[in-house]
C-alpha cells in the first residue's frame, strides 16, 4: 500500500515535534525513519499507526484519507523496541492471537490458523518453539515472534519502533539481514524507526532523515550517503566506519 504523508504537523504543549512533514512513500518500500533521539521519528510513527493524532495535514493510503480513521481499521503491523509478547502465552498462541480475536465473520477456523501459524513460524526459523514461553526465548528469538505475530493479520503496512533497539550488536546484524529478506518476500510496505545510521543504510530502500521535527533529506541509501544535502546530513551519516 503506498502511503502519502502530507503537511503533517504535530506539537505537545508549546513544542512543535513535527514540522509540515511530507513524503511519498511507495507499495513494498522498505524504509528507514533516521535521524537523532527527539527528532520526532516515534511521533511520526504513532501518527501513521493512528496512535496519536495530529494537528495539521493529512495522511493518505492508497489515495484514501484515512487521518481519522482508526488504528484498528488502519490494516497495520506494529512491533515495538521492547517486544510486547503476551507472558503468559506460549509462542503458538502469541503469533495465533491477532486472528483468534477477529471478528466471527473473518475469523479463521482452527485448522487455518495452525496452518498459518506453523507457516510464519517457519518463515522466522522458529518451528520448533511454538510451545515455548516468552521468559525461554533469547531477545533475537522474541523479538522474531513480535514480527511473526505481526504479519500475521497480514497488515498492508508494517510499522517497526526501534525493532532491534535492546538487542546486542550481533543479534541485530543477523536481524536486519533478515528483515530485508523477509521483506523480500513480503513486499509489504515497512516503515522502521532507528537513530543507528549503519542500519537505515545497510536494509532501507530509501532512508528519511530527521532533524529536529523535520525532513532533512529523503533517498536512496546511496545517495544520502554520497551526497547529503544538507551539514546534518553530511555529519549524521558521515561518522559511519
Ligand atoms: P524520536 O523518536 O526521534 O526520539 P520522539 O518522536 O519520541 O522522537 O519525540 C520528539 C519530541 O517530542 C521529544 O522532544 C519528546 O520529548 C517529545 N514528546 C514525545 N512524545 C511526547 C508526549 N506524549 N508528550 C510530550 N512530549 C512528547
Redesign the pocket.
Same mark, same amino acid.
Given at each position: 500500500m503506498g502511503i502519502q504523508i502530507k503537511n503533517v504537523s504535530k506539537s505537545?504543549g508549546s513544542?512543535k515535534?513535527l514540522k509540515d512533514i511530507s513524503v511519498d512513500i511507495k507499495s513494498g518500500e522498505l524504509i528507514a525513519l533516521l535521524?537523532p /533521539?527527539? /527528532?520526532?521519528?516515534?511521533?511520526l510513527l504513532r501518527i501513521l499507526a493512528g496512535l496519536e493524532g495530529l494537528d495539521e495535514g493529512t495522511i493518505l493510503f492508497d489515495g484514501e484519507d484515512i487521518t481519522n480513521v482508526s488504528p484498528k481499521e488502519r490494516k497495520i503491523g506494529f512491533v515495538f523496541q521492547h517486544y510486547a509478547l503476551f507472558r503468559h502465552m506460549n509462542v503458538f498462541e502469541n503469533v495465533a492471537y491477532g486472528l483468534k480475536v477477529r471478528p466471527r465473520k473473518t475469523r479463521p477456523s482452527k485448522k487455518e490458523i495452525e496452518r498459518k501459524v506453523n507457516e510464519l513460524l517457519s518463515l522466522v526459523k522458529l518451528e520448533n518453539f511454538q510451545d515455548r514461553y516468552p521468559s525461554q526465548l533469547s531477545g533475537g528469538q522474541r523479538q522474531r515472534v513480535a514480527l511473526a505475530r505481526a504479519l500475521a493479520v497480514e497488515p498492508k503496512v508494517l510499522l517497526l519502533d526501534e525493532p532491534f533497539g535492546a538487542l546486542d550488536a550481533k543479534v541485530r546484524k543477523e536481524l536486519r539481514r533478515w528483515l530485508r529478506q523477509l521483506h523480500n518476500e513480503f513486499h509489504v510496505t515497512s516503515i522502521f524507526?532507528t537513530h543507528d545510521q549503519e542500519e537505515a543504510l545497510d536494509v532501507a530502500d530509501r532512508i528519511i532523515v530527521m532533524n529536529n521535527g523535520k525532513i532533512e533529506q529523503i533517498g536512496t541509501p546511496d545517495e544520502v550517503y554520497e551526497n547529503p544535502k544538507s551539514p546534518f546530513v553530511y555529519d549524521f551519516l558521515g561518522n559511519v566506519n
Open positions: 505537545f513544542v515535534v535521524g /533521539s527527539g /527528532s520526532g521519528k516515534t511521533t524507526v
